[in-house]
């Protein structure tokens, strides 16, 4: 059994949440996800309304370390000088990759990484890496062993299971005995993937599991949480969790960390994606090249629930660089907003687009 590290990352992550606070409140976070959460994305979402920790994109600890391979992931962990230190995720099957990878972190200024044991992609699995690691426990346990060895806190996510949900009661126990700082649980399975509900109905046990095994460990729930207010809620039901993960509830929301939810103009979601492209144009000439059609994805986000919207995203999804999709806004929103004027310039996430949907056809009954 490994003995726990000072984790001053994380202490300082939970002492902050808890200021000002009587109750026990948790931290949130920003789940990594492939091709999104990268320096970029990261900078919009804190001026949207920012979590308390942010991961970078996974990357392959295999390439940090390959003399050859290593540039082409620097983008994946750019951090730019005004932003707020992410936590590093990294992925692989190779312990001394592991190891050499998380001294390349440090030197970098990292002050957290987290080991992804949970990634469903196909090829990744290929890789006896991500979810697979689920069922080869062995290996996934020299892997923390070799994490640890390192100078920065370690934590990993994961899912319940590769197959069943259920298998949860024999692999996370393997884990918790390593006194890792954080255990993020997706609750579903790889099989799963996200097309059954989360399983909360596993929080509590997972969470007495920790508590008799690593009770220093804190336990971040993620799965089908899309804003604060319903991780709250959630926390509430099961006050030993520390943490919630959002994910891909940020593309249906880009305030979904607000504290205190209000509503939104639509101007105010055109400033974010002004600024998103204005990002993007400064990491492409600063760090590295960034493909614009990886862009297009985020166009949902910003422009949704107003009259012609989706018109107005046809016409970006057709563009091929940032100065066409700046000209197109500069053209069209003269007219958008003229034809949104009567609810003030409303912006509308998904949940408030699809009640005004409701309503009207209430109202047509």
Known sequence: ?????????????????????????????????????????????????????????????????????????????????????????????????????????????????????????????????????????????KIIVAAQSGSLPVSVKTRLGFYKPEEFREWLPIILRHQVAVLTVHLRSRKEMSKAPAHYEHIDEILAMRDEIAPNTLIQINGDIKTRAQGIALVQEHPGIDGIMIGRGIFENPYAFEKQPRQHTLEESIALLNLQLDLFDEVSETVTTKHFEALKRYFKIYLRGFAHASALRQMLMDTHTTTEVREILTRELAKVYAAVADDKHIYRDNAAASADMALSVNKQK
């Open 1 to 141: 059994m490994s003995e726990l590290k000072q984790n001053f990352f994380w202490d300082e992550v939970v002492e902050k949440v808890q200021n000002n606070h009587k109750s026990k409140q948790p931290f949130f976070s920003m789940a990594p996800m492939e091709a999104v959460t990268d320096t970029v994305f990261r900078r919009v979402v804190a001026k949207a309304a920012a979590p308390d920790v942010y991961y970078t994109e996974f990357t392959n600890a295999s390439s940090m370390v390959h003399p050859k391979a290593k540039f082409s992931v620097q983008g994946r962990l750019a951090v730019a000088e005004d932003e707020q230190q992410p936590v590093a995720q990294i992925w692989g099957s190779r312990p001394k990759e592991i190891a050499g990878s998380i001294e390349i972190l440090a030197d970098m200024g990292y002050q957290a990484v987290d080991i992804n044991m949970g990634c469903p992609d196909g090829t990744v699995i290929k890789n006896s890496s991500g979810s697979d690691l689920i069922r080869h426990p062995d290996l996934a346990e």
